[in-house]
Each structure stands twice: as structure tokens, then as C-alpha cells.
């Protein structure tokens, strides 16, 4: 699943290669994702808008256009296998496609998602008016890139549990999720299930550095392989360059040389028993 580095930098790359393009053509091939509207008005809004801006909200991804007197905005939820990609006529369309964009630089943006797991909104209103947006916005949290240290120490106090279940808890910050967490976790050398009320103040801080520190290096990192090889769907190979130990079960610890340990309940959690020792003498 796409998370906050990924899609920030794929928002920055868009807003480099498409912004004041306009969309000459779009199709629609599965509607199943596309929340709202239907496949008609879906095409009809797009086609001939004006790409103004793309952005962030937490995860999502938007597209800010305008037609004439209307504007228009697309969000896009990924889900767990959602991708943007660029596509050449010489390709073959991927299975699961759910709709292409071409634009008047002869460009064509396609999105597809293979469990049909995303979701797409798109709405109009006329140009100054208050747009609409996907419900399930009301109920983030601040994004954690733009929270203050003691805004993020604060809010943190609310929660309760473990802070692994917290930091990616949607309504405490948004952005953060399973795979960029254990690596947050591990800059700070804070075990995942270490209950909130037994961490101290020094460590929130450290908590709260390495969230900045790991995401946004990881921006610039994705952000730069974006540029070089113009490839949006490639989020295996970026992975494989960032991430030290999430889905590196027994390798060796690239600090202490201690095997990398995984539990798996709902999601995989990795970490090393060594730099982040546990605070529960009965967690093994």
C-alpha cells in the first residue's frame, strides 16, 4: 500500500510533468473503484480540464482541475495494490485498469489496481465555490510532516495502547502506515508494542525526529529515482533502497547484526530485539 512518501513524491513529479497540461481524452474501462460519479460524467468532467495543482491528503492523492467555469477534483485512495503508470500505445493495457488520461503532450496517465482495493472520487463545483471531498478526510488527523512537537506529544497523550497501533491510527496524524512505521520505530529504538504510558518525554521527542527524518528522506529519495527513470508504479524497487529492516524477517540487524524478528497478526511488524528492546518482561 502506497504511504506518505510515495505519494508525496509522486504529487511532486506530477506537479512537474503535468500541471497547466490539459486532458484531451479519458477512458474509462472498470467503474467498480470510482466512488462517485458514473462512468459518463466521469469522462465528461475530465475531459478537456486543466491540471492546475496535485496534492496530498495524508495518503490520498488529488488532482486539482478547471473547466471554463468549473472546477474539478479527483482523489485517489490506492488502496493496497492501486498504481499510477504511464502508458505507451505499444503496451498492453494492465488487467485491472480503471481508466486512462491523455493529455494534449501526447502523455497518457493510467491507473490500475489489481484487488480492486482503491477507491476514486471526483467532484465539480462552479469555479470559487467550497468543493466537496471524501468523507473519510473528516476524520484525519494532522498530517505528520506539518504537526509541531508539541502538537504531536499532545495528541499522542489521547491515545492509548500500543504505539505502533497509534503512530498509523489515521485519527492521530495522517500518513504514517505499516511499512514506514517499523522503520520510524527503529531510527527511535522503540519496540512496536511499547504501551504509550511507558514512554518517556525524551523518548516522544526522539519519536517525533525520527518520523520527520525517515519520511521525508525517503521523499527525496523516491522523488530523485522518479525523475531518473519516470517510472510511477515501481513501488517494490523504491522500497528495496529505503526500507532496513520492514519484510527483512531474519535478516541480520544493519546496526547490531541481531537476526530481524517478525509477528504477524493482522499485518507483518519487523523490528530488532536488540536496538529496541521491549518494556514488558513477558513479551518474548
Known amino acids: 500500500?502506497?504511504?506518505?512518501?510515495?505519494?508525496?513524491?509522486?504529487?511532486?513529479?506530477?506537479?512537474?510533468?503535468?500541471?497547466?497540461?490539459?486532458?484531451?481524452?479519458?477512458?474509462?474501462?472498470?467503474?467498480?473503484?470510482?466512488?462517485?460519479?458514473?462512468?459518463?460524467?466521469f469522462e465528461d468532467l475530465l475531459r478537456e480540464t486543466k491540471v492546475n495543482n496535485v496534492g496530498r491528503i495524508g495518503k490520498?492523492?488529488?488532482?486539482?482541475?478547471?473547466?471554463?467555469?468549473?472546477?474539478?477534483?479527483?482523489?485517489?485512495?490506492?488502496?493496497?495494490?492501486?498504481?499510477?503508470?504511464?502508458?505507451?500505445?505499444?503496451q498492453k493495457l494492465p488487467a485491472k485498469t480503471i481508466f486512462s488520461i491523455k493529455f494534449t503532450n501526447d502523455k497518457t496517465l493510467i491507473y490500475h489496481d489489481n484487488r480492486l482495493h482503491g477507491?476514486?472520487?471526483?467532484?465539480?463545483?462552479?469555479?470559487?465555490?467550497?468543493?466537496?471531498?471524501?468523507?473519510?478526510?473528516?476524520?484525519?488527523?494532522?498530517d505528520i510532516l506539518q504537526i509541531s512537537l508539541k502538537d504531536f506529544v499532545d495528541r499522542l497523550m489521547k491515545f492509548r495502547g500500543e504505539i505502533k497501533g497509534i503512530l498509523t491510527n489515521k485519527k492521530?496524524?495522517?500518513?504514517?502506515?505499516?511499512?514506514?512505521?517499523?522503520?520510524?520505530?527503529?531510527?527511535?529504538?522503540?519496540?512496536?508494542?511499547?504501551?504509550?504510558?511507558q514512554i518517556s518525554e525524551d523518548e516522544f521527542r526522539v519519536l517525533y525526529e525520527a518520523c520527520r527524518k525517515i519520511l521525508t528522506e525517503a521523499v527525496e529519495k523516491i522523488y530523485n529515482i522518479l525523475i531518473t527513470t519516470q517510472k510511477?508504479?515501481?513501488?517494490?524497487?523504491?522500497?528495496?533502497?529505503?526500507?532496513?529492516?520492514?519484510l527483512k524477517g531474519k535478516h541480520p540487524c544493519p546496526v547490531c547484526d541481531n537476526p530481524i524478528s517478525t509477528v504477524k497478526a493482522k499485518r507483518f511488524t519487523n523490528f530488532c530485539r536488540k536496538c529496541q528492546s521491549s518494556k514488558n518482561r513477558y513479551f518474548i
Open 60 to 90: 490520498i492523492l488529488f488532482f486539482s482541475l478547471d473547466k471554463q467555469a468549473t472546477s474539478v477534483k479527483m482523489y485517489i485512495d490506492h488502496g493496497l495494490t492501486g498504481r499510477l503508470a504511464w502508458y505507451l500505445p505499444s
Open 1 to 41: 500500500m502506497p504511504e506518505l512518501p510515495e505519494i508525496e513524491a509522486i504529487s511532486r513529479y506530477l506537479n512537474s510533468t503535468i500541471v497547466e497540461e490539459i486532458i484531451s481524452d479519458v477512458n474509462t474501462f472498470q467503474h467498480t473503484v470510482i466512488r462517485t460519479p458514473s462512468k459518463r460524467e
Open 119 to 142: 477507491a476514486i472520487w471526483l467532484f465539480s463545483t462552479k469555479t470559487g465555490e467550497q468543493s466537496e471531498y471524501p468523507a473519510i478526510i473528516e476524520h484525519y488527523g494532522p
Open 232 to 246: 510511477l508504479d515501481n513501488q517494490q524497487f523504491w522500497r528495496q533502497q529505503i526500507f532496513k529492516i520492514h
Open 172 to 197: 492521530f496524524v495522517a500518513g504514517i502506515g505499516n511499512a514506514y512505521v517499523d522503520e520510524i520505530l527503529f531510527e527511535a529504538k522503540i519496540h512496536p508494542f511499547t504501551k504509550r504510558n
